[in-house]
């Protein structure tokens, strides 16, 4: 369907992550199942009550959302088959601890570190690597607690900060217009990816960290720390 739209054939051509930034928003487009579908997100500021977490959205409420960004946006939302879904984006406050008192039970996940959109499905996997990896110096059950408190220990202060780096992430894709709005503008037009960059996920040192780090390796030696 997009490849026959003129409008719209560019996008249909290229397996790009497209992303377009705008006042209280943003939006990200990309194929799927190799280019028969196509996907479009927009995160914009809520407004559901708090009790509900799904509901539909007319197209009317995406096209006046949506007014004065790219006209291929509404084009888009137009031949979409189904239902537009609203999702509500939930962040919990951080927990004190995530290793329940009888050191039987342990959260990972967003249950332990929810996130906005950025890293929070990759940092849960990260915590049933370490988890499996410490589990696996385990020989008797009894060293259980001082496992899970050494999981907590490796584990939360990268969690907590990929919680904050994507709350960043929303406030710099969501500036209003103005000075500011030019100059990240400038930034990400003018500029290669540079130590300091604010848009983070493109900032070498932090890109370096967040995908280069290997998390079980950081379990080696914790099972003489733990005398596991």
């Not at 914009?44 to 009550?49: N, Q, R, T, Y």
């Not at 919990?92 to 990972?108: D, E, I, K, N, R």
Request: hydrophobic residues 40%; contains cysteine.
């Amino acid at each position: 369907m997009l490849a026959q739209n003129p409008e719209l054939q560019a996008l249909a051509r290229k397996s790009d992550l497209n992303s377009y930034l705008g006042p209280d928003a943003h939006a990200i487009t990309y194929q799927l199942q190799r280019g028969r579908t196509f996907n479009l997100v927009v995160v914009a500021s809520d407004d559901l009550p708090d009790d509900c977490f799904v509901t539909t959205a007319p197209f009317e409420e995406v096209e006046d959302r949506l007014q004065d960004w790219d006209p291929r946006f509404i084009h888009l939302f137009s031949l979409t088959p189904d239902s537009i879904l609203k999702w509500k984006l939930c962040t919990s406050p951080p927990v004190s601890s995530w290793v329940h008192p009888t050191g039987h039970a342990v959260l990972l996940g967003d249950a332990a570190h929810a996130s906005l959109p950025g890293q929070g499905a990759a940092s849960a996997l990260e915590d049933a690597a370490v988890l499996g990896a410490l589990f696996s110096q385990l020989t008797h059950k009894s060293q259980t607690p001082t496992l899970l408190e050494r999981y907590e220990a490796l584990r939360k202060p990268r969690a907590t900060t990929l919680v904050e780096k994507s709350a960043a992430m929303r406030d710099f894709n969501h500036v209003n217009d103005g000075q500011e709005q030019v100059a990240r503008d400038m930034e990400m037009k003018d500029g290669r990816p540079a130590k300091g960059w604010r848009n983070v996920y493109c900032e070498p040192d932090f890109q370096q960290w967040m995908f280069g780090t290997d998390v079980v390796r950081e379990t080696e030696g914790a099972g003489q720390a733990t005398q596991l």
